[in-house]
């Protein structure tokens, strides 16, 4: 559909307010924004709202719309404050123009926290390998006699720690990501599944596995949030990691169920009613779960359940690496459960919250 020039100057205009209004939520700095739409030059909008970003640091995931209405730069759009979302609101009917794929709504900002935390947790699992010249028994179940088994296991190793650099630095970042899922993923494909079909009432099996799947989804969450060719694709990869996540975590839930005695004992003697916690926590895994699946209070449920798994590495597993610090399970104990930590905030992070939509804001329309 062929569009005037000046409509598609003032759609680039009306986007950008879009995404100041997603990413800072300035009503005041979006207003003037906003007033400039009709007069000024697209490029100018456009640096504003880099300017406005670039201040308030933004830590919101912009929607991605396949379409938005717009008419002509005469059309008429009012910015409206309510509790606790903007809405523009269009007093025109209008064609049809396609969101551009390179719009700048569609650049992830992450929480850099949990880059960092999970790149710690690879880069001593990458290390492990050197120290003990072999694959992570929990997480890399290599059958015996694999021939050079030392050697791949110093190339895998060198892998996660240069994979693990990237994540943390940005650097070939997405490559990086793609990396560690393959890796986790294959590994529960075939090495951990065909452990836990000869075991199936072993629960350190099923631990394991839910473990390394729990790692690699939500790595292939961080994957699929990365910039990448088609956007579409991105979305349905970064919905399949979620879900895995949500899955592993109603194992660990059942787990916390069946195996509550076993459970209480590592629980630290300092935290009375060790019962409690284990069901406790075993509830919290369900609700997380559902609330992922459900897609209800997604990012507080998941921040909380990040706090959960920090609490764990501080007061369980540093206690017990600085105790037993030739112990290998330990440091691999400590490292899952900061990995679970970060990867809990970057599942966060992969939900949208509070936003402004196109679609929401034609149903918002008045005359």
Request: glycine share 4%; with cysteine; proline share 5%.
């Amino acid at each position: 559909m062929q569009l005037a020039a000046d409509g598609k100057q003032f759609s680039t205009n009306v986007m950008n307010v879009i995404n100041v209004i997603n990413e800072c939520g300035d009503v005041e700095m979006c207003r003037e924004l906003l007033f400039r739409t009709e007069s000024a030059e697209a490029d100018e909008v456009r640096n504003l709202t880099e300017s406005i970003a670039s201040r308030t640091r933004p830590n919101f995931h912009i929607s991605k719309f396949s379409h938005f209405h717009i008419h002509s730069s005469r059309s008429l759009f009012q910015l409206v404050p309510t509790c606790t979302t903007y809405k523009i609101r269009s007093l025109t009917s209008s064609p049809i123009l396609p969101w551009p794929k390179n719009s700048p709504s569609m650049e992830n900002q992450f929480i850099k926290p949990a880059r960092i935390l999970m790149a710690i947790a690879l880069i001593v699992f990458g290390v492990q390998h050197f120290i003990y010249r072999d694959f992570l028994p929990k997480l890399e179940p290599l059958p015996a006699g694999v021939p050079g088994r030392t050697a791949l296991a110093y190339i895998f190793g060198s892998i996660i720690i240069l994979s693990a650099l990237g994540i943390a630095t940005g650097i070939m970042d997405r490559l990086a990501a793609v990396v560690i899922a393959t890796i986790c993923l294959t590994s529960v494909v075939f090495f951990h599944l065909p452990l836990l079909a000869n075991n199936l009432h072993d629960p350190d099996k099923w631990a394991c596995i839910c473990e390394e799947l729990a790692i690699g989804s939500t790595i292939l969450v961080l994957a699929g949030m990365l910039p990448g060719k088609t956007e579409d694709k991105n979305a349905k990869v970064v919905r399949a990691g979620q879900i895995f996540f949500s899955i592993t975590l109603i194992i660990f839930g059942i787990q916390h169920f069946m195996y509550a005695e076993f459970i209480a004992t590592l629980i630290p003697g300092w935290i009375p009613f060790h019962i409690f916690w284990a069901y406790f926590v075993g509830v919290v895994f369900f609700s997380v779960a559902a609330s992922i699946i459900f897609k209800r209070k997604t990012q507080l449920a998941l921040t909380l359940l990040a706090a959960m798994f920090l609490f764990w590495v501080v007061f369980l597993h540093i206690p017990r690496v600085i105790d037993k610090p030739d112990n290998m399970d330990g440091w691999t104990s400590a490292a899952v459960a900061l990995a679970m930590c970060a990867g809990s905030l970057v599942v966060a992070r992969s939900v949208p919250g509070e936003q402004v939509t196109v679609h929401a804001l034609q149903r918002q329309s008045f005359h």
